[in-house]
């Protein structure tokens, strides 16, 4: 076990509305990133957060935001849901910020159903 | 535009045998190329990984070939048992830019 974990496990909402994820850090880690997996595709880059500022982020809209806390623990809040955001979303946690030197650890990721 | 691409999608080995997966990037600047596994309900956990200063780095029975003139690099998977069976996906990387996956191939390993 990575001892980061993802809350809920699975989710259902409608288009339109809103939904907020939740994830918890391995103690110590600094950094948080959020990754969207579509089925059948590879983790796309959403955010990364650093002592609860975001340091990065990839291609994904406004509506697509998150928070760090003090605590380890960090939130990805989407709103205005739409259809193809059904996915499964993975945070990691890692001590540092270079990808190429930290690694990451992942959570289980919580399953998003748009309907 | 696809800057990992992964193949094959999916892949069928028998117990002991080598399984093989492929990739190949475009962005020479790309300096950590790292393999990740991951089995259903869970999420991707780091396999092994290299930097293309060597041409092929091996944990146990599992094998990273690095080929930095073709821009390609594959995970070889010696004698495969069915604990195996998971999907695997390629990254790349540098420095402090985010990862960039392939889009995984789903190995199964059957007795």
């Known amino acids: 076990e990575t001892g980061v974990t993802q809350s809920p496990t699975h989710l259902i909402k409608t288009r339109g509305q809103q939904v907020t994820l939740r994830c918890s850090s391995q103690?110590?880690?600094?950094?948080v990133s959020w990754y969207q997996q579509a089925l059948g595709q590879g983790p796309q880059f959403i955010f990364q957060?650093?002592?609860?500022?975001?340091?990065g982020r990839g291609n994904f809209p406004p509506r697509f935001s998150g928070l760090q806390f003090p605590n380890y623990s960090s939130e990805l809040n989407v709103n205005a849901l739409e259809l193809d955001d059904s996915a499964l979303y993975l945070c990691?946690?890692?001590?540092?910020?270079?990808?190429?030197?930290?690694?990451?650890?992942f959570g289980p990721g919580t399953r998003l159903t748009v309907l | 535009q696809q800057q990992v691409k992964q193949s094959p999608q999916s892949l069928i080995v028998q117990k002991g045998g080598i399984s093989i997966i492929n990739c190949a990037y475009e962005?020479?600047?790309?300096?950590?190329f790292p393999w990740y596994q991951q089995f259903p309900g869970k999420g991707p956990a780091l396999l092994i990984a290299?930097?293309?200063?060597?041409s092929e780095k091996k944990e146990g029975r599992f094998t990273i070939s690095f080929n930095k003139s073709a821009k390609q690099f594959s995970l070889h998977i010696m004698d495969s048992q069915p604990g195996d069976s998971a999907t695997y996906f390629c990254?790349?990387?540098?420095?402090?830019?985010?990862?960039?996956f392939g889009k995984g191939t789903r190995l199964s390993v059957i007795a």
């Open positions: 990691a946690s890692s001590f540092g910020l270079a990808y190429s030197t930290d690694t990451q650890y």
């Open positions: 962005n020479t600047a790309f300096d950590y």
């Open positions: 290299i930097r293309p200063d060597v």
């Open positions: 103690s110590g880690h600094n950094t």
């Open positions: 990254a790349a990387s540098r420095g402090n830019t985010p990862l960039v």
């Open positions: 957060y650093y002592r609860e500022e975001e340091n």
